[in-house]
């Protein structure tokens, strides 16, 4: 909305600045960090007293959790907020992958409240119905993957760039449209199931959303593309907005995220935050580089199909407990150590994706 000053600029003073992307990524981070420390506590409030109990706590879970019963959850909605006010404020409206994002992000979101209500509400784990939000969440993946292959241009619609190696893509036709859905399914709930510890999602999903938007920021520019190697898709620049406004929504839930915490993300905030990260990897064609980047999710959402589908054979279980961060708790890691653990992990993945853009 503010990029709407430049009209007033005659190309220098103030207003100029305003056409410059990292001028209002640093704005949208910013104005979305001092929204969630200004009504992180409000709501914070709010939902402790209108949940009463808070979250539901697992009986079979790692008896430490036992702890946190009574802590509201649906603090996704804190970073959501801040999120839409800062995109809209800073960012291009007319861009169409803005949009798209935005579609993925608050579409999940509402699948994710959906759920989280019903566990609160009825308080027990259930929730809705794992195949509701899985068909939701393909009908929204399969919009959004048709509205990027618009967007796209034409000669680059179907691609898939493929890390490490230089001007290399592979070009998937229309069977890019099930692989992208797959993708944006994929790190939704992957991110969804990786939130089972204090702080353990938040900040790996901001370490991957500042990655995923330098590369948006590369990938919109012809001088770095050309001499990248990589292919340029005008217009996914804007995308570092958001993914500035990601991580400052992030920085403020985290204040109050930190262990122990006062409020949990919920489905609310992992399912969109996940999805976001899918969007954007479609957006940009950097699909494969989000499994490096987001191998910490990829990982978690692993140990959960492995179990599962041993047990169901065997009747055996491969981890004490799965998703893999309880399985560590069950050996005796403390929360801090797996929490920091993991940001540690995920950052050394984030700087292996980056890599490889310049080793090309």
């Not at 539901?56 to 970073?79: S, V």
């Not at 957006?283 to 990829?298: M, N, S």
Request: charged share 10%; aromatic share 12%; glycine share 14%.
């Amino acid at each position: 909305m503010l990029y709407w000053l430049t009209d007033l600029s005659d190309g220098g003073g103030p207003f100029n600045l305003f056409r410059y992307i990292t001028f209002r990524a640093g704005g949208a981070f910013f104005t979305a960090l001092l929204f969630g420390f200004i009504f992180g506590p409000w709501l914070i409030r709010t939902l402790r007293v209108r949940q009463g109990k808070g979250q539901p706590i697992r009986n079979d879970g790692p008896e430490g959790h036992l702890a946190k019963a009574g802590t509201p959850t649906m603090g996704g909605i804190l970073i959501l907020a801040a999120l839409l006010v800062s995109t809209l404020l800073w960012a291009r409206l007319s861009n169409g992958y803005i949009w798209v994002v935005l579609l993925v992000t608050y579409g999940y979101a509402a699948i994710g409240f959906a759920d989280d209500y019903a566990k609160v509400s009825k308080q027990n784990t259930k929730g809705v119905s794992g195949k509701v939000r899985l068909g939701l969440g393909f009908l929204l993946a399969l919009i959004a993957s048709l509205a990027t292959w618009y967007l796209h241009p034409a000669e680059l619609a179907g691609h898939v760039e493929i890390p490490f190696f230089k001007s290399l893509v592979l070009n998937l036709g229309y069977f890019y449209i099930p692989f992208a859905m797959f993708v944006i399914v994929g790190s939704a709930n992957a991110v969804n199931l990786t939130d089972g510890l204090d702080g353990l999602a938040i900040m790996p999903v901001m370490i991957a959303a500042g990655t995923l938007g330098a590369i948006a920021y590369v990938v919109g520019r012809t001088d770095f593309t050309e001499y990248l190697g990589v292919q340029f898709v005008p217009g996914t620049g804007e995308l570092a907005i958001f993914t500035a406004a990601l991580m400052g929504g992030g920085l403020g839930f985290l204040w109050y995220n930190a262990p122990p915490a006062a409020v949990f993300m919920g489905d609310t905030g992992s399912l969109a935050l996940g999805g976001a990260l899918g969007a954007i990897a479609v957006c940009t064609q950097h699909e494969i580089v989000l499994g490096i980047v987001g191998g910490l999710f990829v990982v978690e959402a692993l140990s959960v199909i492995i179990q599962v589908a041993y047990f169901k054979r065997t009747g055996k279980r491969v981890f004490l407990m799965a998703p893999i961060h309880h399985h560590f708790e069950k050996k005796g890691w403390s929360e801090p150590q797996i929490v920091i653990r993991f940001w540690i992990i995920s950052l050394i993945l984030a700087l292996i994706g980056l890599a490889t853009l310049k080793i090309r």
